[in-house]
């Protein structure tokens, strides 16, 4: 639906989001199944390995990934290298017109910008009016655990805005989690100087 999307994490580290394709199945399943330790703590719980790390789990995600409530993308470094994923769910339209963000980093590359570069790609494509080739909301909300600290860094640094604390909000790892609220306006992505077009 849109034109893959360029974000820079720093001068070394571009980041390309762009719906999945088949071909992309044997680098996400590895990069999952690799990540395992490093994601397993802070995802929902699926109740089954295989099913949320293996292949499975690409084929929902190809499945779902350009739907009128559902826009999920798969990020690739300046090498084509698959590196992670970013996408909006639950979208919403009419008065309400919002959203909900997950992302995900693969082990091998945490830590070195590409979340963040990720979470501004898909922004810009949340944020950008339909007439230029986005999605037109207003706003995007991530659900954090309190111990994920890198999440919690990740979100300050684009600019969500903590709203609340939702006790017991989802079930993760067996345990029903609280959350942290976290959500960001078009408003506040322009003040912050963004005025992207998914054409850019």
């Known amino acids: 639906m849109y034109a893959p999307r360029v974000s820079d994490a720093g001068p070394h580290n571009p980041v390309t989001i762009r719906h999945p394709d088949a071909i992309d199945r044997t680098a996400f ?13 802070w995802e929902p719980d699926l109740g089954d390995d295989e ?44 008065p309400f017109c919002s959203c909900y ?9 945490a830590r ?7 979470v501004r790609a898909c922004l810009d494509r949340a944020f950008t009016p ?12 991530a659900n954090i655990i309190p111990e994920n600290d890198a999440s919690l860094k ?19 790892a067996g345990d029903w989690r609280d959350h942290e609220r976290w959500a960001i306006t078009a408003e506040d992505w322009a003040e912050r100087g963004h005025h992207a077009t998914a054409s850019e």
Not at 112 to 118: F, I, N, P, S, T
């Open 29 to 41: 399943v590895a990069l999952r199944r690799s990540s395992l330790a490093h994601l397993k703590p």
């Open 51 to 94: 099913r949320q790390f293996g292949d499975a789990s690409f084929d929902r995600l190809l499945a779902r990934c350009d739907t009128e409530n559902e826009q999920k993308f798969v990020m690739l470094n300046d090498e084509g290298k698959l590196v992670g994923y970013v996408g909006l769910g639950q979208i919403y339209r009419g």
């Open 101 to 109: 963000m997950g992302y995900w980093v693969g082990a091998a590359y």
């Open 112 to 118: 070195r910008g590409y979340g963040v570069a990720g």
């Open 130 to 141: 339909e007439a230029q080739g986005g999605l037109g909301l207003h706003r995007v909300e």
């Open 154 to 172: 990740l979100v300050q640094r684009v600019g969500f805005r903590r709203e609340g604390y939702s006790p017991r909000y989802l079930r993760i």
